[in-house]
């Protein structure tokens, strides 16, 4: 299996960036989709973003579309999500989660990362 390690959370102004990182080790990086999930207070975790394994195919869903990009470089091992015009109901933590099964939903993910905290404020 795979071991995942997510960066580049932090704080951050509403309507500012940051890009989130997700660094594989161990395993095949190619034979994996991705995802990103983000978990708020109170909330389901939700998936927001999905890769294919050879990123030919993604998914954003609607409420981060036209914000947020997923893609991957399999030859860093690494998946990224930019993510643009923060909103303050972004605020999350948001997790990197590999599966083998494509596309990568909360029901069939296979390894998740340990999560890094995005705070957006006013």
């Known amino acids: 299996q795979v071991q995942l390690v997510e960066s580049g959370g932090g704080m951050v102004q509403a309507g500012g960036s940051l890009r989130l990182s997700c660094a594989a080790s161990?395993?095949?990086?190619?034979?994996?989709?991705m995802g990103w999930f983000r978990q708020a207070p109170g909330k389901e975790r939700e998936v927001i973003a999905s890769i294919s394994k050879d990123g030919g195919t993604t998914y954003v869903d609607r409420s981060v579309k036209g914000r947020f990009t997923i893609s991957r470089e399999d030859n860093k091992n690494t998946v990224y999500l930019q993510m643009n015009g923060l909103k303050l109901e972004d605020t999350a933590i948001y997790y990197c989660?590999?599966?083998?099964?494509?596309?990568?939903?909360?029901?069939?993910?296979?390894?998740w990362g340990q999560g890094t905290q995005v705070s957006v404020s006013s």
């Open positions: 989660a590999a599966g083998r099964r494509s596309p990568v939903l909360r029901g069939n993910v296979d390894v």
């Open positions: 161990g395993g095949t990086f190619s034979r994996y989709a």
